[in-house]
Structures are given as C-alpha cells and as structure tokens.
C-alpha cells in the first residue's frame, strides 16, 4: 500500500512539472537559479527559541534578510524570517534586531505605530526605518515594524491582541520576523487610511499611542516594489516533498521577466476576482474565498466528510487539522477572475499521524485543516492554498500596479 | 467616502424563506457573546455603522457594518442573549467587545503556534471560535453551545 502511494505521489509531481528541486524557468536551464536576485529560502523547524519548543515550525518557509541604518553600512542579517506571500511589509522581533533604527515619524513628529492583525494573534510595535538588503536588491529606508519594541511597549488601551509583551516573543511568533511578499502593495490598504479598525497608531510619546487613520505613504509596504528593479513581483521556487521532510530548500527570486532566470515561461496567469481572491471548484461547489499562501501551513477548506482531529472528543496534537483514517487523493480547480484554470490534485493525510512521532518533520506536503466550524455542514467558500501548494512549483505573485509581461499586478501564477 | 457617513444597507440574500419579519433600526445594537443585546451610543471606536436586523423562527440576526467595511452578525435568542457572533471583511472586529467575558479564552487559543498565520480554532465546551483569513480578507465566527437555541444548526451561523 505504501510503495503504491509513493508511486502515485511521484507520478502526480512529475505531471505538474518536477525537474529537480529548484529548477529554473523561463529558458534557463537546469539546476539551482543564481544571480543577484536569488535567495536561497528553507523550509525547516524555524529559529532555535521555536525548533526546541514543544511545536517546532511546520511547512514554514524562512530567509536571511539584511537590514542597516538607512544609508550606511552599519548592518545586521537577521536569520527565520517567515516569507509570507499572505502580507505585505518587512517585520522584526525586538528580541532578534540588534540594531538601532530611527524612528518612523508622520507630519506632526508622532511616531507611527500598528497592531498588525494576524488571525493567531495581533502584533504589536512602532515603525523603525531600515535599508532592506536581501540577495543584491536593495529597498532604501523603509518603514519596518518592530514588534514589542520596548521604546513603544503595548498598553492593554490599545486592545491590541492579549495587551502584553509574551515572555519568548520569537517562540511566540514562531520566527524572527515576517518578509510580506504578497500581491498587494500595502498591508492595510484603503480600509485603513479612514481609521476605525485599531490597526494603525500615532505615538506622542513611548506609553501615548492613540488609533487612527493612516495615509497610504505611511503604511508598512511590500519592500519589493521599493526595489531599483526587480520589482514587479517574486518568483517562488521550492524543491518537491513526497510525503514529509526534515528540511527543504528553494528560492526566492525578485521580479516577474525581469531577468533570464525568472521569466513566466509555461506559467499560467490567475487574477484575482472581485473580492480579491482566487476561486477553487472542490466537489462540484465554487469557493469565492480561494487564496495562494506561502505563510498557512495546511491546505485549509471545508469538507464535512473528512473527520477533523479531536472533533470527536478524542486526544489530538493537531485540533483543527484533518485526521482521515487513510491518505486521501483528492482535486479542486483553481480558477483567476480571467476565466484561467487549472486542476490540482493533492493529498490528505492523518495530522496526527505526523506530529509527536519523534523524527523532526518541518515538511509535509499532505497536511490540510478545516477552514470552517468544526461542526458546521456548510461550505463557505474558502479553500487556502498554504504552503504545500508550493513544494515542487514555481509560484510568482504579482505586486499591484506593477506591470509585467502578463499584465499588471495583482495576480498569481503558476 | 466619508466614513462617517451610514454605510449602505446589505441586502441579505442568503436568507431562507422562514424569514417572518424584516426591518431596519437606525441605533447601531453593541452586542456581546453570551451577554444580553443592548442598545447604545455610538461607539467612536467600537462599531459604528448602520445595522439591519432580521428576525427568523426562534432567533435574530443583528447585521452591522464596522468603519473598515467589515460584516458583523450577531446571533440573539428569543430571551435576548447574544449566542453566536460572525464576521466577513478587511480587518477582524474587537474581539474584547465582541467576545467579552470568552476574550480571555480566545486568547490564551490564539497563542497556539500550531495554527499558522491564517487559521485559529478553538475547541471549548462553552466556546467554539474559527478564525481564518488575513488582512484585507477576514472571517470567522464565535458561538457558545450552551446558549444555541433549540433545533438551531451552527451550519446557519453565516
């Protein structure tokens, strides 16, 4: 049964394109891509803080981003920067940064501050500006969060989160920091820029932050864009996984055919729709919801015909995940508001069955979660392409407004 | 747009045909999880827009739409406690307010390093909450089982 299900896992690679781990597109040959707009990227249980605690990082995907004083040459590279195409902007653990950065300041003089929101939980620091170096690009003095900064250190007033600074706050955040390398220019956006979301502060002082709106100039961006060139968007690159992994390496390659080694060759182009994602067709239903992510660790989509770990009581490491009594092949369509599509198959395998099994597993290709309550019998038209949707592709994600051979940003391809 | 201004009203089409009555209050309801509805002032901070309220067999649904362009429904039983809470659009609702007396709960859950960036579920027996989504594209909803009422199903929690 295991020998079959690892000549169906090779042989479904092979159909979407497996050449080697990190192969080149684009005309280039094979092997791993270099030149100045290459950076190398692993996949692995994440810095020591994380890779020693009970959950060592799954399917998280980490880079080494250089940072310096703006217009020096005074630096830092600072390791296990989750890439994350799911944001936008450049963020550091305070604990990981030992540089000292000037201050991000609006037109009054306040310093600029976000409770940034993530759905595990809201991050809180000021702005700091920073050269962003990665590879040979450079993003020159860029508004770079610091969270829990103690110059600025959350207030249980800002309703930010938990209210409070965690004892290991890189084991809490399961990386040094974030890169946002995600289609859309600034984080926030639009719905930001007219306040009332408590999601961006301005500073009068290091315990004075008060909510508001901020202008799209002040909010954290995409360093990308910022880039002299290469600057239409990433070209992602990770090797294949046929089951799970220790470790796996990639890269992560600035601009869309911007160079000879990350052109869209035989990729496909997917926009998004009018809610700003992808749609997916899973058993016969259209999800609106559909999104490309390298910073989710699972495959997440609703289906009440696959047991969910722990839902019936029972002991579970992965509450949230899938737990089917066998490996499941299954197959949704991707499809971009251009009317592009594209079947994957994927794989469903038990949660259980890989964490707590003693060997380090930073890696599992076959690892979903339910997306819904994990009750409901509804399907409400979300399916997350995390991280595994990555293992043995190539990905580009085109930032908005930028213009590449396809077209102008945003959208996806692969 | 002026963000003071009311938002439009969204019609709801995912309404079933047990629907027995429909109306639009113009006072925005603040609600909270396992509290009872009450009606009050504009919160400058909190939410503040206008407010659709449904009433189907047994519950009602109170409709507001947040500064940020964001949905927020809340569930209320016929004795007026808030049982469940959902929510659909660019940033996520305060969850101090929305969740009240469970935020504690919610939180100590989102610390989970197990969940990733973009999905959070909490599993209690008085509080079930499945968070997912990112910025620009939340969602979510929050209920507690004790408080459901009789022959609800929490597939009708949209």
Not at chain 1, 252 to 278: D, R, Y
Not at chain 1, 338 to 347: C, K, L, Q, R, V
Not at chain 1, 394 to 408: C, D, P, R, W
Not at chain 2, 34 to 61: F, I, P
Request: charged fraction near 10%; include cysteine; aromatic fraction near 8%.
């Amino acid at each position: 049964m295991r020998a079959n299900l690892i000549a169906a896992l090779i042989g479904m690679l092979c159909v979407v394109g497996c050449g080697g781990g990190g192969s080149s597109v684009g005309g280039g040959g094979g092997g791993t891509p270099s030149g100045a707009n290459v950076q190398p990227v692993t996949v692995d249980s994440g810095p020591s803080p994380v890779a020693t605690s009970n959950s060592p990082a799954v399917n998280t995907l980490y880079t080494t981003v250089r940072v310096c004083v703006p217009g020096t040459s005074t630096c830092q590279d600072i390791d296990h920067i989750q890439v994350d195409t799911g944001s936008s902007g450049l963020r550091i653990i305070t604990t990981a940064l030992t540089l000292s950065l000037p201050l991000q300041k609006d037109s009054n003089g306040n310093v600029v501050a976000e409770c940034t929101q993530f759905v595990d939980g809201s991050s809180w620091g000021p702005f700091r500006l920073a050269d962003i170096k990665i590879s040979g690009e450079i993003a020159s003095n860029q508004a770079v969060q610091i969270i829990y900064d103690p110059a600025y250190p959350i207030q249980t007033a800002y309703a930010c989160g938990t209210g409070t600074t965690p004892a290991n706050p890189v084991q809490a955040f399961g990386a040094n920091g974030i890169l946002g390398v995600g289609p859309f220019l600034q984080d926030c956006g639009s719905s930001c820029v007219q306040g009332g979301g408590g999601v961006y502060y301005t500073c009068t002082s290091g315990t004075a932050c008060t909510t508001g709106g901020m202008p799209l100039a002040l909010q954290i961006t995409n360093p990308v864009a910022a880039f002299a060139t290469d600057n239409n968007g990433v070209l992602i690159q990770l090797g294949a996984v046929g089951g799970t992994a220790s470790s796996v390496s990639g890269s992560l390659i600035f601009g869309i055919g911007t160079q000879g080694n990350n052109g869209l060759g035989n990729a496909k182009v997917f926009t998004f729709n009018q809610s700003g994602n992808l749609s997916t067709t899973y058993k016969n239903t259209s999800l609106s919801r559909g999104f490309i992510d390298s910073g989710s660790n699972a495959y997440y989509f609703t289906d009440p015909t696959i047991h969910v770990c722990g839902i019936s009581g029972e002991t579970t490491k992965a509450p949230g995940f899938f737990c089917p009594s066998g490996t499941l092949n299954l197959s949704a369509t991707i499809m971009g508001g251009n009317g592009t599509s594209s079947a994957i198959n994927f794989n469903v395998t038990n949660a259980d069955s890989l964490f707590g099994t003693g060997s380090v597993i930073a890696a599992a290709s076959d690892l979903a979660g339910s997306s819904a309550s994990i009750t409901t019998a509804s399907l409400n038209g979300a399916f997350d392409w995390g991280l595994p949707f990555y293992f043995g592709r190539s990905v580009y994600t085109a930032i908005e407004n930028q213009n590449t051979s396809a077209g102008l940003g945003p959208y996806f391809a692969f | 747009m002026n963000p003071a201004s009311a938002k439009a009203i969204r019609v709801l089409g995912w309404l079933t045909a047990g629907v027995l009555a429909s109306q639009v209050i113009c006072l925005p309801a603040l609600a909270t999880l396992g509290e009872d509805v009450a009606t009050v002032e504009n919160d400058r901070v909190q939410m503040k827009a206008q407010l659709r309220t449904t009433s189907v067999a047994g519950y009602t649904v109170h409709e507001i739409e947040t500064p940020a362009n964001t949905i927020v429904r809340e569930y209320v039983s016929a004795s007026g406690k808030v049982f469940a809470v959902s929510w659909s659009g660019p940033l996520l609702p305060d969850f101090r307010q929305t969740l009240g007396r469970y935020f504690d709960e919610y939180n100590n859950a989102a610390s989970s390093p197990r969940a990733g960036r973009r999905h959070l579920s909490v599993e209690g027996t008085d509080l079930v909450v499945n968070s997912h989504g990112h910025m620009r594209a939340f969602y979510g909803n929050a209920y507690v089982p004790s408080l459901l009422p009789p022959n609800f199903s929490v597939a009708d929690i949209q």
